[in-house]
């Protein structure tokens, strides 16, 4: 059975950092592309990152862009999301997905998904 | 960018009755389109991949049509466990893109 389970969210304040985890099991991890998704209270949907099986290609939406890196660690079958400089915008569910494919560049649809890390940015 | 726009926001159905839900993209997806279905509380999870295939374990009564830019997900007899939001996704293009919802609620 597939799982995917985040970890790491919590309140901070505008500028600061966070990383976020999403530990994955049932599944060949290194096979699979991954990627994050964020929903803001009472909002739908926004795809926010993807990267390869490899870890070799990344992705980003333009709004974290530069201040967001997504990683993966094939040896411990786990996900990262490493944020700085977050804003107020930035407040929301971020879920791990996975990919049906090795390499999606970029893009794809989400078979799999964690129940979610609510992250809050707020002074 | 692509944009999704789903219709109607709101769907007032009883039990037992039919659904369609519509998606609409701004350009052409081909069949590069999912439908995921939401509850309170829950994470996503995938309904239909290539505008039409069922993923593993959703029941036959959830069905996906469309290609280019017009999608429907249809619901055959609601049953109580499928009052819920439901959004459309294209993966055709990058960056993959949502559209905003339609609320299944209890009429």
């Known amino acids: 059975e597939v799982q995917l389970l985040e970890s790491g969210g919590g309140l901070v304040q505008p500028g600061g950092s966070l990383r976020l985890s999403c530990a994955a099991s049932?599944?060949?991890?290194?096979?699979?592309?991954m990627s994050w998704v964020r929903q803001a209270p009472g909002k739908g949907l926004e795809w926010v990152s993807a990267?390869?099986?490899?870890?070799?290609?990344?992705y980003y939406a333009d709004s974290v862009k530069g201040r967001f890196t997504i990683s993966r660690d094939n040896s411990k079958n786990t996900l990262y999301l490493q944020m700085n400089s977050l804003r107020a915008e930035d407040t929301a569910v971020y879920y791990c997905a996975k990919l049906p494919y090795y390499d999606s560049s970029g893009t794809g649809e989400f078979d799999y998904w964690g129940q979610g890390t609510l992250v809050t940015v707020s002074s | 960018e692509i944009v999704m726009t789903q219709s109607p926001a709101t769907l007032s159905v009883s039990p037992g009755e039919r659904a369609t839900l519509s998606c609409r993209a701004s350009q052409s997806v081909s069949s590069n389109l999912a439908w995921y279905q939401q509850k309170p509380g829950q994470a996503p999870r995938l309904l239909i991949y290539?505008?039409?295939t069922r993923a593993t374990g959703i029941p036959a009564r959830f069905s996906g049509s469309g290609s280019g830019t017009e999608f429907t997900l249809t619901i055959s007899s609601l049953q109580s466990e499928d009052f819920a939001v439901y959004y459309c996704q294209q993966y055709n293009n990058w960056p993959p893109g949502f559209g905003g919802g339609t609320k299944v609620e209890i009429k």
């Open positions: 990267i390869s099986g490899s870890g070799g290609s990344t």
């Open positions: 290539g505008a039409s």
């Open positions: 049932g599944f060949t991890f290194s096979s699979y592309a």
